[in-house]
């Protein structure tokens, strides 16, 4: 174990075995399924993820099936899972709540993709939430978390966030002391320094600063 291992705290062994865990699956799915991963070296694992062929958005788990299950036809479509408030069935909290399933236990070649939640509620419905291979998929899902709506950033928050940037003592209206001064209500705010990088193709470089003064 080296020094940087005995320095990471729990937290962030569990971030980066998260990542490492993930890199394995795109890396195991790049490569052929007899190639042990684990014999590979950084640079050759590095070479890989960096590869622009290797895809790193795809479904990775598959969903298994009984084979005496029913078998999953166009009926999936009836069976809500987790949904977005635009009503986007297909769904999934993670990258890793998305799988191939097989449309039938007895023929397993035949295989469709759908979302967690949904192939959970599925297999509810048609009395195959008991099969043990799948119970831990089954689990997960269960526990998958809402969708969730993420509202437009307030203009108001990005103004402020701005103002901070040059100081956190400064704001557009400020009646405290400055310098060590108390500045009256009726003065005019002072103006403050600042840099304004403009693109101009003219130039070699591309940039050019132009030297300003902003009033806060």
Not at 24 to 35: G, P, Q, Y
Not at 114 to 126: F, Q
Not at 154 to 170: F, M, P, Q
Request: net charge negative.
């Amino acid at each position: 174990m080296n020094l940087n291992e005995e320095n990471e705290n729990a937290a962030e062994k569990e971030q980066r075995l998260g990542i490492e865990g993930f890199q394995n699956l795109i890396i195991r799915k790049a490569l052929s399924a007899s190639t042990n991963i684990s014999e590979l070296s950084a640079q050759e694992r590095q070479r890989i993820l960096d590869d622009p062929t290797t895809r790193h958005n795809d479904i990775y788990f598959h969903w298994p099936r009984s084979v005496s299950g029913k078998p999953l036809n166009l009926d999936l479509d009836s069976i809500s899972g987790k949904k977005t408030t635009n009503g986007l069935e297909m769904w999934g909290s993670t990258r890793l709540d998305f799988y191939t399933v097989a449309v039938s236990g007895k023929k397993p070649n035949v295989v469709i993709s759908s979302s967690g939640s949904k192939l959970a509620a599925w297999m509810k419905a048609n009395g195959e939430d008991t099969y043990a291979p799948a119970k831990v998929l089954m689990k997960r899902a269960e526990e998958e978390h809402d969708p969730v709506m993420i509202t437009p950033c307030d203009i108001a928050e990005l103004v402020k966030d701005g103002e901070n940037l040059l100081g956190s003592e400064k704001s557009w209206a400020r009646n405290g002391p400055r310098d060590g001064k108390k500045q009256e209500d009726w003065e005019l705010p002072k103006p403050v320094s600042s840099f304004v990088f403009f693109f101009d193709p003219r130039t070699d470089g591309g940039f050019y600063i132009v030297a300003s003064e902003v009033s806060f």
